[in-house]
């Protein structure tokens, strides 16, 4: 087959302008011929079209004629400098009727465009079905060298995987290049969809594989012994009927509720000299309002550092009652009959004055 070359420049002229339109002109030619195999036979002599290769779809004349047009509008593009529009004709070409010069075009249009990532793929993906002796061979791979270090290249190992793609794009071939960023490859494995996800930097080369872990499988136990036959003539042996062993008892808390009892009695005696020492530093401030002076003015500050002393101490003794009547005061019915004696606690407090009285 004729081969098509890349996309006549707006400069070309003389020889090596013709040479360049007739190339192009081949280019065409060799799409449309793909229309004219196994059509172009004569009652007298008909002749075998070529055998597609193993796998390959044998080319239709509709998709070919449709490649002619897709290619010839790539070209009136290019020329117009609408690169992204000659690489998107380029590429339909491509899917009309796969040929290597579409694939060349299309990605040089793309790294025109700057569309880096494109480009860099469609390179590849040339250098992979052009064939040895392609003229743009070392073009392409000129272009990718200059294109890759500013990218990254994914490299996806997905054995029986269906539907492999990389951030919701077909994965064509082993690689893939991409920006440099975060990255998901995706693919259907035994009925699973497994994900992954990758940063990486410009570059870089990555190696992703999908590939479902196998279950873990337990070995089975072992059958248990069975027991030795009987002698002749001995009685049978009588089987021991296991013994329920009984729960313990709970553990007892190690605490009494009385230890409650005067921590909160505690407690009550540390409100009530809060309470006291507030009351002494509402006093101390009315004596600085009624005579401001430094005296007076430290003498307040002094008791009512007391007071927030005394505050803090209090909650906090509170607060250690609580738990301790929460968590280790054993509420329950004590071992000894209870002493008939009778707890009451009193606190009263007066104007200069704390009482506590209590019966325990």
Sequence with gaps: MPRAVCVPSRRASGRAGRERRARRRSAIGALLALACLGAATSPARAEEP??????????????????????????????????????????????????????????????????????ANLYARYLREAPPDAPDRDAAGAALGQIAPRLGRIEVYAPGARDVRVDDAPVEGASVYVNPGSHVVAGEVDAQVLRRTEVIGAGEVRSVALVAAAPRELPPAPPAPLPPPPAAGAPAARTATPRTSLAPPP??????????????????IGAGLTVASGLDTLAARDAFDAAPTEENLVAGRGKQRRTNVLLGATLGLGALTGAA?????????????????????????GPARITLGGVF
């Design 50 to 119: 070529a055998k597609p290769a193993p796998g390959e779809a044998p080319p239709r004349p509709d998709g070919a004629r449709a490649a002619a047009r897709a290619f010839d509008e790539g070209e009136r593009a290019f020329r117009a400098g609408d690169f992204a529009r000659a690489a998107a004709a380029f590429e339909a070409a491509y899917r009309a009727a796969p040929h290597a010069s579409s694939l060349w075009n299309a990605a040089r249009s793309w790294h025109r465009a700057g569309e880096a990532v494109r480009a």
């Design 251 to 268: 553990a007892r808390r190690p605490l009494p509720p009385a230890g409650v009892i005067a921590g909160a009695a505690v407690t009550a």
């Design 325 to 349: 009547a929460l968590w280790l005061v054993d509420w329950g019915t004590p071992a000894a009959p209870p002493s008939p004696a009778r707890h009451a606690l009193a606190l009263s407090l």
